[in-house]
């Protein structure tokens, strides 16, 4: 039945008996039940009906004492009922309905006219939930958080959403932690690029002990000559953090840690392999020396017999060979150091920057001083010799290299279309792509010569 139906029902008359079943209120097994430890609370009935088990009370004291002057006082001003909502019974869930009275308070100099009885162990003022429900809902909330929390309490017959477990949890007081022997510094960003804070944590426990402001060696240096006490110091390689380290505590012994050990080396083999990227580049496969031009047919001589036809690769184009028969390289070998007035301001920069990082200043605080971005400052302190600061411009070998003869002598021929070009490249299984012929073509027709090339029709 929908709840328009029913409402109709109800609206009607007619509605189907609903069976509440009444508890006898047995008040020594009650308090031994629910209310064992707790107030003096005597219960007077208990219902269950639709999986709810509803508990009313009352206190069982005269009165109670004012809670600014002290004073007991039996007079009673009025009462009212609260509901609170306590653990889960044999999978049904349990309200507490409260009776809380209202004092007056006789005491001529108090200025608390009226009071409401307290239920310390109960609960707290103005709560919805038992004192021993809100532990338990601490508790889940500390070890799952918001979603994964209110999954589990739903589970468990609690009925708690998200947001009541994470209101717990920040209600909670801050852990207090006593200065931890082996402190970890390192630092983390608020707004990556613009704002960023260094984080405490004890090397340990690896819990958060602290958060500073900034990333600067003042704080830090405060933060340790307050906290005395700190025998190792686990850091990244800021200047700034050494300076504060040594400053706050300077006999703490300062080590680098695993993290940032591994994260500097893989940056200097990045740097190392970049700057000799074209020793490990993989060649391009050489196609096989018999592949013909398939646009000409192999011309005869005069007794008959076939000539050789020509090859896709010009041989004239491989690389020149030693006396040993392998190919001579001179990429490997160091050239002329630059010269002119850009080479001269390189120098002077790359010398500037390595000695203030000498002196143990951090890379973004050079960068603040000279007035220049950071990725320049970086650049300049990977490099180790100045000369590695200036950047080739060499031209990154392609797969289309060992056919550009081939091309070039075709194009002239007069075969300048690339559709055709790029076909009889792929019938020799050459892996080219069109976008290569065309700009290899491209730059062709750009290329001034003698004679134009004469368009004619591609074919055998």
Known sequence: MTLRQFSARIRRGRLWPVTVLVMQADAAFWDSLVFDGIDDVDVEAVTAAFGTVDVVARDRAAGAACPDCGRFSDRVHDSYQRRLKDLPLGEQSVVILLTVRRFICGAADCPRRTFAEPFAQLTAPYARFTTRLNHTLERIGLALAGHAGARLAAQLGLDAGRMTLLRRVMALPDPQFSTPRVLGVDDFAIRRGQTYSTVLTCGETHHVVDVLPTREAGPLATWLTTHPGVKIICRDRAGAYAEGARLGAPDALQVADRFHLWQNLGRAVETCVAAHRDCLRTPSPQPKPSLVDPLSEAPRSDTGSPQPKPSLVDP???????????????????????????????????????????QGHSRRAIARHLGWSLNTVLRYARAVRWQDTFRENRPRPSRLDPYKPYLE?????????????????????????????????????????GTPPRRRRCGR
């Open 409 to 449: 002598r075709r194009f002239p021929a007069g075969c300048t279309s690339v559709t055709r070009l790029h076909g009889e490249l792929l019938a020799e299984h050459a892996p080219v792509t069109y976008a290569m012929v065309r700009a290899h073509i491209a730059t062709l027709r750009t290329a001034p010569s």
């Open 316 to 358: 004239l184009s491989e690389a020149p060979r030693s006396d040993t028969g392998s190919p001579q390289d001179n990429s490997d070998r160091p050239g002329p150091d630059p010269v002119g007035r850009r080479a001269e301001r390189k120098k002077a920069a790359h010398a500037l920057v390595h000695e203030l990082l000498a």
